[in-house]
Every structure is written in C-alpha cells, then in structure tokens.
C-alpha cells in the first residue's frame, strides 16, 4: 500500500478512537451527575440489602456500588455524624424531586390512583371543612396542612401520612421522594389507594353520642363498602389491587371481611383470620413514636446508660399479654431494671423517653396484640430492643435485617428465672455498641414527615406496596388462564 493510502487509514482510526473515548466519557459523566427525568428510574434502583445501600445499573450484572444507609434527619445535622453517612444521604438524596420540578409517572416506582371519597372519611374526620364541593385541603405549603391529634391517636396516623404524600406527589414545590405518585386515570395505575382514615374513625368515632342509633365508625364503613362494591375499579380485580390502611387493630372491624381481598396496610396480624390478612398480600407499618428520636451526636453510648433493662407501660394485659405480668414479677426487684407501670398521662412519654435513653435495652414484650409502639420508641431512642413476642411481624423485614439491631426472645425462655438477665447481661459493650451504630442508621427508615423523605417511613410504605405488586399481577394473571380460553367456539 502507498504512503498516501496509509495515512487516510490512520487517521481515521485516530479519529474513531478519540470519538469513542469521548462518547464514554460523556455517556458516564450524565449517568454520574445528572437529575433530568431522561435517565430511566432503573438505572438507579436503591436495593436495601443487610446493612448497605446497593445501586444496581440496568441490565448489567455483579456490579454493585454499595453506599452507606441513610441515617436519620436529626443525625443529619447533629455534630456527631461520619462524613461517610452525609455522602451516603446526598446519593440517596438524588431519587427526591428538587422543588420546582414534577416527578415523571413514567418513571416512578408505584403508580397509585386515590379516590376522591368525600372529607367525612378523612380530613373531615379531623374537624376540616373546606369550601363547597372542595374535597381536599390545600396541602401546598406545609404551614397549611391540617394537624392529626397527639396523644395515642398519633402512633396508628399512617394513613394520614399516606394521604398527604400522595396529596403533595403533583405540587411541584414539594421537594419529595418520587417514589409513589398520585395518577388521576385508574386504568394507570398499580394500586388503588382508599383515603379512609380508619384508625382516626375508631379512636373518636366509635362510640354513641347524643340520640345515635349507630356509631359514626360504624356508618363510615358500611357507606365505604357499599362505595367501593359499585366501583368498577373494585369489580374489575375483585378489589385485590386496592389499598386499605387499617392500622389500629380494632378499625375496620365491621368491613374487614367484606374488603379482605384488598391489600392492608396493618400493624400486626394479631386479630385478623389468617384468610383476610396475611404476610404474603399484606404491609406490616411502623408505628408512628411518640418519644424524641434522639440525634445521632447526642446519643448516650453504653457507659452513659447505667439500666440495664427497661419496660414501662400496662402490666397486666390479656391474651398473649400474660408475660407481661409473668416477666414484672421476675425482674421487678433487680437493682439495674426498671420494670413498672406507666401511661402517656402527664410527662409519660417525656418521662418514658429519657428513661429509654438512660437504657441499654428496651423490652418490647406481647400485650393484648403481638406488636406495640414501645419497639418504635426504643429504636428513636437508640435503647436495644428485646422483642418478646413470638407472634409479632416487623415491618420492612424483606429489606432490614432486624438480628443486627435488635434482640428477639422466646416467650418460654424470658419466663425461665434468670434466662433474660443472663443473657443481656452477657453481651459485651463492642457487641452491644454494633447493635447501637445499626440504630442510629436505621432510625430514618421509622419517622413519619410531611413532606416525606428518602427511606422515611412513608417512603418505605411505598417500596413495601411495590414489591407487593408483581404477586397480585401474578395472581392475576393466573387467574385469567380459563376465563379468557373458554370462549364459545364457532364451530361452523
């Protein structure tokens, strides 16, 4: 070949390569930096897997980036927090919505239409009332959003939680989480949401007042099921594709079964037939605490918690409760436990919140249902849980391994005399201070906000909904196998 053919050749080769080089370069430097809606959400799917965050690209394999998980919004400011956590946070910080921006429905994790039922099952409940024909409080600025009763009322509020998020999910000057988002045609969406503040209705509504022949509680569930019976949304699945919040264990007492095909969003299972409510259709919450999680940097370590086990609440309970009464009677008298009763009553949760963080371990022990708010305190408190509760289900549990900070105990060994002490008295403090590290990361995943954030509690919910969703397609599906093939035949 000539020396004039060659160099043609060359250079073009050269060229090749630097465009390529280049094309990589910037191929990687947008899929690093970028924000804009054009990177598909699956390219920067979060997989909370044991103890780190994971990023998984599309459609490669063995190529995991692991993050640190998020700690909580108070560690986020306090003095104490790793540089590791902060730069973990912004990662995670990137799947929120900036303010001014609308999260893409294209993109999101879960699609979810919302019933615009009328303010009596939901903010009306609250004492709101807005303007004729409005159904809805006008929830754009946060100063604006109507409050939730304190007290007890709070720890079952998820459903008031749900609603707002889903309220905010259009309002483009909501810096959210994108992970859930209101869509306004069924036929578009993965889940149905009822905004029925279930909880709310059976803690104040569920008594008579005045001339009432039938509770307020009562009235709103009948009219709800008639309501949802006539929707062609509810006949289409048969209602599997709905999502209910029942999270006080005596709310929808009345309708529970009529509705069971429905997705729950419970507490526990504790007084729910297997055949209405069960792990494998159904999201376990978090309850909402009512002590001050406490920051990350103002945690006491274990040298600074001189008592050893705490447990302050109702003694004698019913059911599987009777431990309760059982374990008093053991360690009432130990110098290093503080086992009494207590209520919210006066500066009961303020008095219940430093004598968790003087703790090292919390007893969270079976009442009249498997689960209580007492595990969600001791975790903002950053106090070791001990759950003794054989029938209890934990909330997020397919994503959070809970043996890393939290200590789970048989009913039949607590009760054996000296079995407990023994054991939380054998855990040494590098061991007892991984379990305390794990808190203080995890606690994030625990607080209910308006607006929602990353991996807050609301933003696990809806993770939880999501991974729920490919098993009703599923079942579906299967379902649909003769329905569709038993057509008549023509046979001329």
Not at 356 to 376: V, Y
């Amino acid at each position: 070949m000539s020396e004039k053919g060659i160099l043609p050749s060359r250079f073009l080769f050269c060229l090749i390569t630097i465009s390529m080089f280049l094309l990589i370069i910037s191929s990687s430097f947008l899929l690093q930096f970028s924000s804009t809606s054009f990177i598909p959400r699956s390219v920067f799917k979060l997989i909370l897997l044991n103890s780190t965050s994971v990023f998984l690209k599309a459609n490669v394999e063995n190529e995991p980036m692991k993050l640190p998980f998020m700690s909580s919004r108070d560690s986020q400011t306090a003095t104490g927090t790793s540089s590791n956590s902060n730069s973990g946070n912004r990662m995670a910080g990137s799947f929120g919505r900036q303010k001014g921006k609308k999260c893409d429905p294209v993109q999101v994790l879960l699609r979810v239409y919302m019933y615009d039922l009328p303010p009596e099952f939901h903010f009306g409940l609250l004492g709101w009332k807005g303007k004729p024909n409005q159904t809805w409080p006008d929830v754009s600025k946060q100063s604006r959003t109507w409050p939730y009763p304190g007290g007890l009322n709070l720890q079952h509020s998820i459903e008031y939680w749900l609603t707002l998020d889903l309220l905010s999910s259009n309002i483009a000057n909501i810096g959210r989480p994108c992970t859930a988002i209101r869509v306004m045609n069924s036929s578009l969406a993965d889940v149905i949401f009822v905004p029925f503040f279930s909880s709310l209705s059976y803690n104040r509504y569920s008594k008579l007042r005045g001339k009432e022949k039938i509770s307020v509680n009562k009235m709103l569930q009948r009219k709800l099921v008639q309501f949802l019976m006539n929707q062609d949304g509810w006949k289409r699945l048969g209602g599997k594709d709905h999502l209910i919040v029942a999270h006080h264990p005596n709310s929808m007492l009345d309708a529970r079964r009529q509705l069971g095909s429905a997705m729950f969003v419970l507490a526990d299972f504790g007084r729910y037939p297997v055949e209405i409510a069960n792990v494998e259709k159904d999201i376990i919450a978090p309850y909402m605490h009512l002590v001050r999680t406490i920051p990350g940097g103002e945690s006491p370590p274990f040298d600074q918690r001189p008592t050893l086990a705490y447990f302050q609440g109702a003694i004698y309970r019913k059911d599987g409760g009777v431990i309760r009464q059982e374990l008093y009677y053991l360690l009432k008298d130990e110098k290093d436990v503080h086992f009494t009763f207590g209520s919210i009553q006066g500066d009961g949760v303020k008095n219940a919140g430093q004598g968790m963080a003087s703790s090292k371990f919390c007893l969270n022990i079976a009442g009249d249902t498997p689960s209580s708010n007492r595990l969600f305190d001791a975790i903002a408190s950053h106090c070791v849980p001990v759950i003794i509760s054989d029938e209890i289900e934990l909330p997020f549990e397919d994503v959070l391994d809970y043996s890393e900070f939290c200590i789970t105990v048989h009913s039949t060994d607590a009760i054996k005399k000296g079995f407990l002490l023994n054991l939380l008295r054998g855990i040494k403090q590098e061991q007892w201070t991984k379990m305390w590290e794990r808190l203080k990361e995890v606690v994030q995943h625990f607080e209910y906000q308006y607006p929602s954030q990353p991996g807050d509690a609301v933003d696990m919910i809806w993770e939880a909904v999501s991974r729920k969703v490919p098993s009703v397609r599923f079942k579906i599906h299967k379902s649909n196998r003769y329905i569709k093939s038993h057509h008549p035949v023509n046979s001329n």
